[in-house]
Structures are given as structure tokens and as C-alpha cells.
T-cell receptor, first 115, second 112 residues
Framework: DAGVIQSPRHEVTEMGQEVTLRCKPI?????LFWYRQTMMRGLELLIY????????DSGMPEDRFSAKMPNASFSTLKIQPSEPRDSAVYFC?????????????FGEGSWLTVV | DQQVKQNSPSLSVQEGRISILNCDYT??????FLWYKKYPAEGPTFLIS?????DKNEDGRFTVFLNKSAKHLSLHIVPSQPGDSAVYFC???????????FGGGTRLMVKP
């Protein structure tokens, strides 16, 4: 069974450009999460979806960030325009929402560098 | 406000000895706790979890202890192996949801 698949694995882009990160969650999972990891802030939740609906986007840092989940098997995180301080590793994770908190499974991450 | 804290950024242990990683939380609504392990250039991988109805969960060399009154959990690795060298994150969730709040991580180095 394939895990969470993210693309691109690495991206280097110039300041001001649009960046789109993609995620395919594990089949059958109904929750999807976008996390960002930086040295200063560790792993921080940006947004999460249940059944393709955004539930909490309070972690999205600015209006430059947006996320969509058009169907159960695909999600995007977009940064427009990108800035050097957006450089980080972006992780997508998926899980199954249940009666008790469940495990979520992470992708390999998308390493973004904005120069 | 950090709801989940790992106060030790790093820990060094000799191979074969016990590694103890600690985690504290402040939100009394958390009812499910997890440990993840992360190697460089990889995503975090799930290691072990515990619900608030238990105080101990064991899986091979890994045991997680939960002290609800102290709002403290710990991960014990016995015996420690060089391959255990990684960053360990504790995480918590609550209210029947699976949104996880992570601690800042502890880098474990197991020396041969």
C-alpha cells in the first residue's frame, strides 16, 4: 500500500513566484493535514481537511497561502507570491478520524527554497 | 502558547542502555498521545501511541508511559541501538479528533 505521496520533493524558486505543492493521501483516509517544519517553529499545522472540507485553517500564516482538496485523493497547497521566509519543509499527512484520536501518516515532505 | 513541550532538545545514550525521552502537555482535553520518529530528509513515522485510559503501552523495545495527573508522558527505548538515532516528536490530540499538536522534538544520538 502506497503511503502519502507528495510532489515535488524539492523546489527552488525565486521570490515572487507561485509555488504549488501536491499531495495524494492514503486511500480510504478521510482526514488530510498540511504541516510545515522550520528550525524556529518546529512542526506546525497549517490546515486540515475532513472529508475534503477545510476544518481549521488558523495555522495558515498569511493570505498568500491557500489550500484546496477537490476530491478525496488530491490536495494542493499554494503560495502566491512566495517569499524567502517561506523556505521550509512542507509535510502532508493523512488519517482516519475516529472515536478516539487516530494515527496520522506523513509523506516524505516537499523541501521548498525561495531565493 | 506551546501546548506540547519537549524540554530536552537532545539526548546522547550509549548503545545497549535505556533512552528516556520526555514530553509535557498543558491541555487537559488531550486524550490521545503519540510518538513519531524522524530521520533526516524523511517524513515523521509513527512509532507508538497511548490513549488517556491507559498509563502504559509497550511495543517491543518501545514503551510509552502516561502520567495524567502530571500531564507528562515519556518514551523508553530499551536497549537503545545506533539505528534509533533520530529526532523524536511527541504529539497529542483530543476531543475525538485527530488533529495533532506536536512538541519541538528531541534529537537522540545512540553511540556505539
Amino acid at each position: 500500500d502506497a503511503g502519502v505521496i507528495q510532489s515535488p520533493r524539492h523546489e527552488v524558486t525565486e521570490m515572487g513566484q507561485e509555488v504549488t505543492l501536491r499531495c495524494k493521501p492514503i486511500s480510504g483516509h478521510n482526514s488530510l493535514f498540511w504541516y510545515r517544519q522550520t528550525m524556529m517553529r518546529g512542526l506546525e499545522l497549517l490546515i486540515y481537511f475532513n472529508n475534503n472540507v477545510p476544518i481549521d485553517d488558523s495555522g495558515m500564516p498569511e493570505d498568500r497561502f491557500s489550500a484546496k482538496m477537490p476530491n478525496a485523493s488530491f490536495s494542493t497547497l499554494k503560495i502566491q507570491p512566495s517569499e524567502p521566509r517561506d523556505s521550509a519543509v512542507y509535510f502532508c499527512a493523512s488519517g482516519i478520524r475516529g472515536l478516539i484520536g487516530n494515527t496520522i501518516y506523513f509523506g516524505e515532505g516537499s523541501w521548498l527554497t525561495v531565493v | 502558547d506551546q501546548q506540547v513541550k519537549q524540554n530536552s532538545p537532545s539526548l546522547s545514550v550509549q548503545e545497549g542502555r535505556i533512552s528516556i525521552l520526555n514530553c509535557d502537555y498543558t491541555n487537559s482535553m488531550f486524550d490521545y498521545f503519540l510518538w513519531y520518529k524522524k530521520y533526516p530528509a524523511e517524513g515523521p513515522t509513527f512509532l507508538i501511541s497511548i490513549s488517556s485510559i491507559k498509563d502504559k503501552n509497550e511495543d517491543g523495545r518501545f514503551t510509552v508511559f502516561l502520567n495524567k495527573s502530571a500531564k507528562h508522558l515519556s518514551l523508553h527505548i530499551v536497549p537503545s541501538q545506533p539505528g534509533d538515532s533520530a529526532v523524536y516528536f511527541c504529539a497529542a490530540s483530543g476531543q475525538a479528533g485527530n488533529m495533532l499538536t506536536f512538541g519541538g522534538g528531541t534529537r537522540l544520538m545512540v553511540k556505539p
